[in-house]
């Protein structure tokens, strides 16, 4: 059998607009921690920032999130509210505590709470942004472009 399959040409516009994402500057990528206790939320969050050029490394629960924290050195955190044990508030606060002096730490709380007590809760736990799963891939990838950018801007 011989199949011959004709594709319309796309316009200019969408490919002039996957180029802009491809250009970002090799300063955005950073070292990322995953907090989730739901592996699949987990692992489909790793695997994109992976394909984008991050270091990501995973967590399940608080504690080991801490313990991996102090070893890794994140830049970025996305920490999920809900865990067993110890939540994420309380992993939040933690980690600004022994956040060295000078050192820039991101965190994001990524979490099925979207209600306003829960954002004024995440404020004051430390976080730097509340977003309510499911979290649209765009907004993950423009948030570490943002991260990269003032790193860059502050060390040169």
């Given at each position: 059998?011989?199949?011959?399959?004709?594709?319309?040409?796309?316009?200019?516009?969408?490919?002039?607009?996957?180029?802009s994402v491809d250009a970002r500057p090799a300063a955005a990528r950073c070292r990322v921690l995953v907090v989730?206790?739901?592996?699949?939320?987990?692992?489909?969050?790793?695997?994109?920032?992976?394909?984008?050029?991050?270091d990501v490394?995973?967590?399940a629960t608080?504690?080991?999130?801490?313990?991996l924290a102090h070893s890794f050195r994140p830049q970025l955190v996305l920490l999920d509210i809900g865990l067993q044990g110890v939540d994420g508030y309380e992993v939040a606060r933690r980690l600004r505590a022994q956040q060295a002096a000078g050192e820039r730490i991101s965190l994001v709380a990524v979490?099925?709470?979207?209600?306003?007590?829960?954002?004024a809760?995440?404020?004051?736990?430390?976080?730097?942004r509340h977003l309510v799963k499911p979290v649209r891939p765009e907004t993950l990838l423009e948030l570490l472009a943002?991260?990269?950018?003032?790193?860059?801007g502050r060390s040169g």
């Open positions: 059998s011989t199949f011959t399959l004709c594709l319309p040409l796309l316009p200019d516009t969408p490919a002039a607009d996957s180029g989730d206790d739901d592996p699949a939320v987990a692992d489909s969050m790793s695997v994109l920032l992976q394909i984008d050029g991050h490394r995973t967590a608080g504690e080991a999130a801490l313990q979490t099925g709470y979207g209600h306003e007590a829960a954002r809760r995440s404020e004051e736990a430390g976080f730097d943002e991260i990269g950018s003032a790193q860059t």
